[in-house]
Structures are given as structure tokens and as C-alpha cells.
């Protein structure tokens, strides 16, 4: 079984500042994808960034970067030059890539606060 | 935006009363997917499907039963609400992005169970 953990508590950032958001993980097969995804105030589930667990480089989109770390079993969300529309809830989600199916195990979640 | 719409947005009902929910997309992807929010919980697999009248149990599965007649439109349906499904309800389809899949969500049903 798939599992994902986000411990932190609500997180605070100053505006243009950078953030790490915290998301580990647990599984045995070797071949995954792990997600992170922004839900705003609005509802709506955002995709951000993709990581699969053999890629050779931390995957990057825009002023989001995934740091991944294999051997820890972490992929922590850093988001570079925080905005105020960066204020939202973060899941970190996990699938496993063998077999057909494709659904995602999401961690419970770490609400971002971007202060002026 | 991958074409997914979700009716009703909103709905209150009363405990023991049936409810369905729909989620219909327009791309014709083959996997679509049920999934409940609730807080400190994140998101909850209910119910998938990998196709035409093909459907599989997630992780929270008791008391909700899914349907798919048609390529486009799965249905989630409460059989007789409680209380404990007040939740909002995502739909999510999954699409190719290259060398991966990615899920694409619906805009949510907020389900208020009395």
C-alpha cells in the first residue's frame, strides 16, 4: 500500500520570499510519479509539478521545483518567490506506475499563508 | 481545463434519501475516478472506472455505488445518505502529459447530508 504523509502545520511566508513545503512518502514498488496540487480558497484542484522516480533531475515549473530525495523517501515542494495568490491548501499525491490504473494517493494536505 | 463538468455543484438532502452525482467529460478518456474531501483527511479514492461498464472500489468505497454506461458520463450514487457523507466530491479524469499520466479534477459537488 501507498502512503503519504504531511505533517507540517499551517505554513507562513512572507511575500517574495521563498517556501518549502514538507511531503514524504512510502511504497515498495520502484517505479512511481509523485504530484503536488494547489487548491485555492475557490475549490478547485490545480496541478503544479511532476516527479517520476526515475527521473534524473528534480522536475521544475516556473517558481515551483520539486526536491527529491530518493533515498529519504521525500519530495518536498519549494516554491521560489512566494506571491499572494500562492496562499492555498498543497497536497502532495503518489501513483504508482505499474500496472493500468492510475489513481493517486494524496496526503492530507498543508495550508500555505503568504503574508504582505 | 480537460472538459469535466459536475452536477449538481451544490445539493442538500435529508438522511436516507438516495442522491447521484454526475461527472460528465468530453475528451474521451478512458479512466475517470470519485474521489470525497474532507478536512484533515485530504483526498479519498470512492470509486474508479477504466472504461465502459468497468469500475473498481478505492479506498472508501462502503456505502456509494458508480456507474458507467457511457464513455463520457459516470455516476456516483448514494443509495440511502448519511450524515458521515457530507463531503465535497471531486470527479477526475486522467489524461496523457508525455511520459506521464495526470489527473485532471472536476470543479467539486459540495453534498450536505441533514
Known amino acids: 500500500a501507498q502512503k503519504i504523509t504531511q505533517t507540517q502545520p499551517g505554513m507562513f511566508v512572507q511575500e517574495k520570499e521563498a517556501v518549502t513545503l514538507d511531503c514524504t512518502y512510502d511504497?515498495?514498488?520502484?517505479?512511481?510519479?509523485l504530484f503536488w496540487y494547489k487548491q485555492p480558497s475557490s475549490g478547485e484542484m490545480i496541478f503544479l509539478i511532476y516527479?517520476?522516480?526515475?527521473?534524473?533531475q528534480n522536475a521544475t515549473e516556473g517558481r515551483y521545483s520539486l526536491n527529491f530525495q530518493k533515498a529519504r523517501k521525500s519530495a518536498n515542494l519549494v516554491i521560489s518567490a512566494s506571491q499572494l495568490g500562492d496562499s492555498a491548501m498543497y497536497f502532495c499525491?503518489?501513483?504508482?506506475?505499474?500496472?493500468?490504473?492510475?489513481?493517486?494517493?494524496f496526503g492530507k494536505g498543508i495550508t500555505l499563508s503568504v503574508r504582505p | 481545463d480537460a472538459g469535466i463538468t459536475q452536477s449538481p455543484r451544490h445539493k442538500v438532502t435529508e438522511t436516507g434519501t438516495p442522491v447521484t452525482l454526475r461527472c460528465h467529460q468530453t475528451?474521451?478518456?478512458?479512466?475517470m475516478y470519485w474521489y470525497r474531501q474532507d478536512p484533515g483527511h485530504g483526498l479519498r479514492l470512492i470509486h474508479y472506472?477504466?472504461?465502459?461498464?468497468?469500475?473498481d472500489k478505492g479506498e472508501v468505497s462502503d456505502g456509494y455505488s458508480v456507474s458507467r454506461s457511457k464513455t463520457e458520463d459516470f455516476l456516483l450514487t448514494l443509495e440511502s445518505a448519511t450524515s458521515s457523507q457530507t463531503s465535497v466530491y471531486f470527479c477526475?479524469?486522467?489524461?496523457?502529459?508525455?511520459?506521464?499520466?495526470?489527473?485532471?479534477f472536476g470543479p467539486g459537488t459540495r453534498l450536505t447530508v441533514l
Open positions: 511504497t515498495s514498488d520502484p517505479s512511481y510519479g
Open positions: 475528451e474521451n478518456h478512458r479512466y
Open positions: 477526475a479524469i486522467s489524461a496523457s502529459r508525455g511520459n506521464y499520466n495526470e489527473q485532471f
Open positions: 472506472s477504466y472504461g465502459v461498464k468497468d469500475t
Open positions: 516527479q517520476g522516480s526515475y527521473d534524473q
Open positions: 499525491a503518489m501513483r504508482v506506475l505499474t500496472g493500468a490504473n492510475s489513481k493517486l494517493t
